[in-house]
């Protein structure tokens, strides 16, 4: 059936083998003195998967971080990494690559030295140890940089050998705790797409911490939303931006339009609402309960209709327009309440009367009902 004659050497899986790479935090809890920095977190990372966490500072994502790879104990709770507990193993036996801000290159090392010093701590032979980690600098871009002090080398460089020494002992997983977080716009944006790519052709499991909620979109295949300790929403990245649980999430990811409204009726995933001055209305329901809600309708979802076609929507004024390079911005008052609107730069509001009345309005399917918080 099968011929054993000489084939091509098997290429690496491109994504995750099925079995390596798992990491899974079962009821984890880190208290400092009795204030939880974690608090009973659940969350499973599949083999090849690419989850961040996102919150804002404070939220417990570095804490999280340092306990999965063993840096700090937990309070309670257990972390698995491919279905083995490790909470009584050292950082050095738990197979992780990790880059994080506190666990900076060691100056007075070449970068080829930086490389290959968790394979001296592997007791791995020096011929080998030079020979992987001139293939892990080849890996991001450094290849015959291998000499040069972190100092020589700039942000971007420095970042990428970090990753190499991280990537050279080939790890189970990945664990990058804000690691392009001193590195300006464009070269964190080279990054992102950079450490994307090398990641999906290692088929590696990472877990990847940010507060920039635009990187966290453009990078994972999870989010997973932190705030004070807990995990208040996960999901693909489209799929929390457009159905945000509450207005606090809304809000962090991204710009939104919040307008208070009482639910009349819910039903197959969608509500009809009644939103006051802007009358009754259809969105999407993802069925959240809480004591008072709103209707997030995200700027780009709002736009320009025909007068008295506002089922969903209303009527107002424009206050301001501005150009904002591709897309246009405006603000506007619509039913007492300030809206903002982002539309494509040759929309149909870019030349737009000013002083005119105008009724804007959005698709059922673009608007989600969610619990107000705040
Ligand atoms: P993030 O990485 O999301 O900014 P951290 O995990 O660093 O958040 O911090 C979470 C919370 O735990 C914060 O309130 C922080 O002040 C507190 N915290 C973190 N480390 C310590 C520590 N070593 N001692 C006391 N409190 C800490
Ligand atoms: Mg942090």
Not at 101 to 123: I, K
Not at 308 to 330: D, F, K, M, P, Y
Request: net charge negative; proline share 5%; aromatic share 4%.
């Amino acid at each position: 059936m099968t011929t054993t004659t000489a084939l091509p050497a098997p290429v690496p899986a491109a994504t995750g083998d099925g079995q390596r790479g798992s990491i899974e935090l079962r009821g984890v809890r880190k208290l400092y003195g009795n204030v939880a920095a974690v608090d009973d977190l659940d969350l499973t990372v599949r083999p090849g998967e690419f989850v961040t966490l996102l919150g804002p500072s404070g939220s417990g994502k570095t804490t999280t971080m340092m306990m999965i790879a063993g840096f700090e104990e937990l309070t309670s709770g257990t972390v698995l990494i491919d279905g083995k507990p490790v909470d009584r193993l050292p950082p050095k036996d738990r197979d992780l690559g990790i880059v994080f801000q506190s666990y900076a290159l060691f100056p007075h090392m070449s970068a080829a030295e930086n490389v290959e010093f968790p394979l001296r701590m592997r007791s791995v032979p020096r011929a080998e140890r030079r020979r992987r980690a001139e293939e892990a600098l080849a890996r991001v871009g450094l290849a015959g940089l291998g000499d040069r002090r972190p100092r020589q080398m700039s942000g971007g460089q420095q970042q990428r050998v970090a990753l190499a020494r991280a990537l050279v002992f080939n790890p189970a997983a990945l664990l990058l705790d804000e690691p392009m977080a001193a590195l300006d716009k464009r070269l964190r944006e080279q990054m992102q797409d950079e450490v994307k790519t090398l990641q999906k052709s290692l088929g590696i499991s990472v877990v990847f911490v940010t507060h920039d909620q635009d990187e966290a979109m453009s990078m994972s295949d999870r989010i997973v939303v932190m705030r004070d300790g807990k995990i208040v929403q996960e999901g693909a990245p489209e799929d929390v931006y457009a159905h945000p649980r509450t207005d606090w999430v809304a809000n962090f990811l991204g710009d939104t339009n919040l307008l208070p409204c009482t639910v009349l009726e819910r039903k197959d995933g969608m509500a009809v609402v009644d939103l006051g001055a802007w009358g009754v209305g259809r969105v999407r329901d993802r069925g959240v309960d809480g004591d008072a809600y709103a209707v997030s309708v995200r700027p780009e979802h709002l736009r320009f209709v025909d007068a008295g076609r506002t089922e969903n929507g209303g009527t107002g004024r424009i206050v301001s327009s501005t150009v904002l390079g591709a897309t246009v911005r405006h603000r506007l008052q619509v039913a007492g309440q300030d809206v903002v609107m982002r539309e494509l730069g040759t929309g149909s509001g870019a030349a737009r009367d000013l002083r005119g009345e105008v009724s804007v309005g959005w698709s059922a399917d673009e608007a989600q009902l969610l619990v107000l918080e705040s």
